[in-house]
Nanobody, 112 residues
Framework: QVQLVESGGGLVQPGGSLRLSCAAS????????MTWYRQPPGKEREAVAV????????NYADSVKGRFVISRDNAKNTVYLQMDSLKPEDTAVYYC?????WGQGTQVTVSS
């Protein structure tokens, strides 16, 4: 079955950086676009970045555009989210998603 395992979250100061990873298995990874989502405390889950099957095409939520970069390594069945210039409002549980599945998420907390 589809399995998605996120990692790389943590506590970081405003202006800092984190790199999230999502290891996928149980389906043909290279045949599907991948999406990073986040769910801030008390709010609904939202999509923040999506990447095409080849990685050539990407799209971002306006709130993260210019600060986050999504990438993928089809040889490793892994998708990444590089997050720079982090703000307190980026605090959330971050998930990767595909085919209606999500992983367990990884907590990102931006605080001084």
């Amino acid at each position: 079955q589809v399995q998605l395992v996120e990692s790389g979250g943590g506590l970081v100061q405003p202006g800092g950086s984190l790199r999230l990873s999502c290891a996928a298995s149980g389906y043909p990874f290279a045949e599907y676009a991948m999406t990073w989502y986040r769910q801030p405390p008390g709010k609904e889950r939202e999509a923040v970045a999506v990447i095409s099957v080849t990685g050539v095409s990407t799209n971002y939520a306006d709130s993260v555009k210019g600060r986050f970069v999504i990438s993928r390594d089809n040889a490793k069945n892994t998708v990444y989210l590089q997050m720079d210039s982090l703000k307190p409002e980026d605090t959330a549980v971050y998930y990767c998603g595909v085919l209606g599945y999500w992983g367990q998420g990884t907590q990102v907390t931006v605080s001084s």
